[in-house]
């Protein structure tokens, strides 16, 4: 039996809480020595597992798109139920998630790519390959669907979904409605076109 | 005649210098002292015309506002194009605004809404009833245009536009593309409905 593994433990528990700190505060809004404090993690511990904030910032964003990715996993690959129900659950469940936090921390990406100093090349760089796959992801489940336009509609999800999260960072009440469209407008795209009169 | 108005002039150019620094770093990136520094204010000064840093925000804030209000007044108020024409070259100018921008800043109502600092309770006011405010300009225009759901698809617009700009500040050969969806969003949410089969 292997025993537990404090290095991996102190380093899960750093991305904890710059994670929470990130999505509250921002890149820019957050210092190294808070979450060390919050974690109550040495200085020298924390230069062990990240060299820089940039490096941390990295592997805070890196822990949040493997959770939603094994989400999308989980709920796009039964094949049993029609492509628009597995969709129509993913929304569910990331209203459900966003519901359940006090406060709002809505996406991370919409947060990190808001403020300059993750603009480092590197940051801008996983955004947007992981913007990239999310959107794939999607475009692949509307094909399935039989949408129109697959990649169109993706992107137009994405693009509403972190809109409506920003309305909801103002204003908790706007956080049903936004996903309450994001539905109607999946509802909308995905409609077969209909054959000219 | 009047001579210059020194202290009106420094207030206005303390709220260029936040209004710059908060799209790029956030509410909570940005401090007091580096924008003292940026306008070559003395501290005193800047206490003067605001009380604290929410103070200066919601200055900040009401003065963005105000500039984005005024474009939609010139452009929606002109009676004799059709109201989509509008709509259209309300895009165009805003698409070019952004492309202007070095770097992309964004919109200052998104950066704000999703850093923590920001949300106290007056700046998550002020944000909500300016989006909302924003949303009746539009609907407005789309009912003019006879569009089946304008206040649906007045917010529809404008949460693909906070999260087109948000890809766009990760990649900014992203604005384009999010404008290109935008302008498609708008025609398919506008397309009269087709009489039932």
Known sequence: MSGPHPHRDTRTHLIAEGLAAMLRHGYDGVGIGGILAAAEVPKGSFYHFFASKEDFALAVLDAYQAHYAALRRALFVQAERP???????????????????????????????????????????????????????????????????????????????????????????????????????????????????
């Open 83 to 197: 492509a628009l129900d597995r969709l129509n659950a993913y929304l569910d469940s990331l209203e459900a998630m966003h519901r359940a936090e006090r406060p709002l921390g809505g996406c991370l990406y919409g947060v990190l790519a808001q403020t300059a100093g993750a603009r480092g090349d590197r940051v801008r760089a996983s955004l947007t390959t992981i913007i990239a796959n999310w959107q794939d992801d999607l475009a692949t489940l509307l094909t399935e669907a039989g949408a129109p336009d697959p990649d169109e509609t993706a992107a137009l999800l994405i693009d509403c979904y972190e809109g409506a999260l920003i309305r909801a960072k103002a204003d908790p009440a706007a956080l049903a409605p936004g996903f309450t469209r994001l539905r109607r407008l999946l509802r909308t795209l995905t409609e077969p076109p209909l054959p000219a009169h």
